[in-house]
């Protein structure tokens, strides 16, 4: 045993975890400590397993969830013992002398799993599974692929929040055994870590999931971090053969705010209209701070394709109507709204319901199910959808609560959001005069 280097462990591990709310770490005293001797700081309390206080366990989830894949500094061997409730109401950790280093591609590969198991893109997570280490390179994904929907796919349809280390292990070990899965050594403590927490957590609260309850950090993270692999998979998860998949959106959204919404949310009696004006403030906020710009960028590039589609359709419905009319007959032109444009103005109807009424009916039924997972919509759009579309566009009454609430919002978003007029109609010529170039070269 080396206390020096464990108090090195201790003092780097407060200078990164000590400032969180409610974590205590304790001192460590290298003038008085040893290879063979340690001095720390004395905390007293009693061990969390002993103690039903759910907070607590928030607390060391949120703190776990930092070190494993915002730091990769992290306590690999927090057992109960080693978790303190201080008698002032914190959560203390002790013993440094076993600690792990998470590289940067193993956190956001782990990020990814999660995000692509939630979502039952089995593809990708088989591929994950090679990122992670679990299976060899040669591993046929495919085959792999196939067998892990089998594995997860009732599980993942319970909903994220009901999903238990037991429901993803259960049926887990024949797949294991028939693709040569090897469980590395940081993986075998990374679970541990969360399994200890939920072993906590489940003496209080028998219906405790920590994989729920860690699903809102990973959302927040994967929408506000600016990892160029993180970006890429963002990208990839809201986009399929070129469309724009809004549910995803919503639901990450939705579920990056959720612990915030618990907290600030005076209760679930609390009426739906005050609901949805809190639901889009939190949408508004994070928006149109910094950590949202690359999802803003998104939105307002949507939003431009949908008010492109949303122009072309108005002109084509007027033409058609003066053609009709006329006492000679004409031959149509060329029909200027293609399928990518109904698919636009779908997009464009479902932002302007998020942006107008906050969260919707379903969503947040969804919310209280836990299932974050929702329905993907096709619907082919008829001329009334878009008349919808535009009375909303036109429609003070719609807007007049999500401008009230950008006047609740600090400066600085404010100021952004004064900006977005501008950088929407530069996005939208920018389409009009690389469609007109492309029609008169081609």
């Given at each position: 045993m080396d206390y020096e280097a464990e108090a090195q462990n201790g003092l780097k591990f407060r200078k990164l975890f000590g400032q969180l709310p409610?974590?205590?770490?304790?001192?460590?005293?290298?003038?008085?400590?040893?290879?063979?001797?340690?001095?720390?700081?004395?905390?007293?309390?009693?061990?969390?397993?002993?103690?039903?206080?759910?907070?607590?366990?928030?607390?060391?989830?949120?703190?776990?969830?930092?070190?494993?894949?915002?730091?990769g500094f992290y306590h690999a061997d927090p057992h109960p013992g080693n978790l303190l409730r201080t008698y002032d109401g914190k959560l203390a950790y002790l013993?440094?002398?076993?600690?792990?280093?998470?590289?940067?591609?193993?956190?956001?590969?782990?990020?990814?799993?999660?995000?692509?198991?939630?979502?039952?893109?089995?593809?990708?997570?088989?591929?994950?599974?090679?990122?992670?280490?679990?299976?060899?390179?040669?591993?046929?994904?495919?085959?792999?692929?196939?067998?892990?929907?089998?594995?997860?796919?009732?599980?993942?349809?319970?909903?994220?929040?009901?999903?238990?280390?037991?429901?993803?292990?259960?049926?887990?070990?024949?797949?294991?055994?028939?693709?040569?899965?090897?469980?590395?050594?940081?993986?075998?403590?990374?679970?541990?870590?969360?399994?200890?927490?939920?072993?906590?957590?489940?003496?209080?609260?028998?219906?405790?999931?920590?994989?729920?309850?860690?699903?809102?950090?990973?959302?927040?993270?994967?929408?506000?971090?600016?990892?160029?692999?993180?970006?890429?998979?963002?990208?990839?998860?809201?986009?399929?053969?070129?469309?724009?998949?809004?549910?995803?959106?919503?639901?990450?959204i939705t579920e990056s705010l959720r612990s915030t919404t618990n907290e600030t949310l005076s209760g679930r009696e609390e009426k739906a209209d005050k609901q949805s004006r809190l639901a889009m403030k939190r949408i508004l906020k994070f928006t149109l701070s910094e950590q949202g710009d690359f999802v803003r960028d998104i939105l307002l590039e949507e939003l431009a394709k949908g008010m492109d589609a949303l122009n072309r359709a108005t002109f084509e419905k007027a033409a058609s109507g003066v053609i009709s009319r006329l006492p000679i007959t004409f031959s149509l032109p060329p029909r200027l709204v293609e399928d990518e444009d109904i698919k636009n103005l779908e997009t464009l109807r479902r932002l302007m319901l998020v942006l107008s009424d906050g969260l919707t009916k379903e969503q947040n039924q969804g919310l209280e199910k836990g299932n974050y997972l929702l329905r993907e919509v096709d619907i082919q759009m008829t001329w009334n959808d878009a008349v919808v579309v535009l009375q909303k566009l036109g429609s003070s009454k719609e807007f007049l609560p999500m401008l009230s609430v950008i006047l609740e919002l600090p400066a600085s978003a404010q100021q952004q959001s004064f900006r977005l007029p501008v950088d929407l109609t530069g996005r939208l010529a920018s389409r009009i005069i690389a469609r007109t170039i492309r029609r008169l070269v081609l």
């Open positions: 409610d974590v205590v770490i304790p001192d460590m005293y290298l003038e008085l400590s040893s290879r063979r001797v340690l001095i720390m700081e004395w905390v007293e309390g009693q061990k969390l397993s002993e103690v039903k206080d759910l907070h607590l366990v928030e607390v060391g989830l949120y703190c776990s969830l930092t070190q494993l894949l915002e730091s013993d440094f002398g076993m600690m792990g280093e998470f590289k940067q591609d193993l956190r956001d590969g782990l990020i990814e799993a999660c995000l692509h198991l939630v979502n039952r893109e089995f593809d990708a997570l088989a591929g994950d599974f090679v990122t992670l280490g679990l299976l060899p390179p040669t591993a046929q994904t495919s085959d792999v692929a196939q067998a892990l929907t089998g594995v997860f796919q009732n599980a993942v349809t319970k909903g994220i929040r009901n999903i238990s280390f037991g429901d993803l292990s259960g049926n887990l070990g024949r797949t294991m055994y028939k693709f040569k899965f090897q469980i590395p050594s940081y993986f075998s403590l990374v679970i541990r870590s969360l399994a200890v927490l939920e072993g906590v957590a489940l003496s209080s609260d028998p219906n405790y999931k920590v994989l729920g309850s860690s699903y809102p950090w990973i959302a927040r993270k994967v929408l506000t971090d600016s990892s160029p692999q993180l970006r890429s998979t963002l990208q990839a998860l809201l986009y399929k053969d070129g469309t724009f998949r809004i549910d995803r959106l919503e639901s990450l």
